[in-house]
């Protein structure tokens, strides 16, 4: 079991991107699913999540508006497409599988595909 993050680039502040993140080996129909995200010299960050129950979404704040999580199970699949990027959205982007705690405000990932691949470098210039 695997999941396959693409799509980066290198793009200019305004630009869009969408990430594709393929899964193989487990169909992602039953779980929640995010994207996270790792600056150079930083700890990896959570970005945005979509529930496997309801498909209600959820992002981190300095994304709301400018980047939109989908999910299409039959092609088990998972996406993000990014909107007027901005330089601070540079980093190197990975999905995994999450789960929701109760009172936690980030879902947590979870090692239901493996662990991290390699993800896809985003770099945004300005």
């Known amino acids: 079991v695997q999941l396959q993050a693409s799509g980066g680039g290198l793009v200019q502040a305004g630009g869009s991107l969408r990430l594709s993140c393929a899964a193989s080996?487990?169909?992602?129909?039953?779980?929640?699913m995010a994207w996270f995200r790792q600056a150079p010299g930083k700890q990896r960050e959570f970005v945005a999540a979509?529930?496997?129950?309801?498909?209600?979404?959820r992002y981190t704040d300095g994304v709301k508006g400018r980047f939109t999580i989908s999910k299409d199970n039959a092609k088990n699949m998972v996406y993000l497409q990014m909107d007027s990027l901005i330089p601070e959205d540079t980093a190197i982007y990975y999905c995994a599988a999450v789960i929701y705690l109760s009172g936690i405000r980030t879902p947590l990932p979870t090692n239901d595909f493996g662990k991290w691949g390699p993800g896809t470098q985003v770099t945004v210039s300005s």
């Open positions: 979509i529930s496997g129950i309801n498909g209600n979404t």
């Open positions: 080996g487990r169909a992602i129909s039953s779980y929640s």
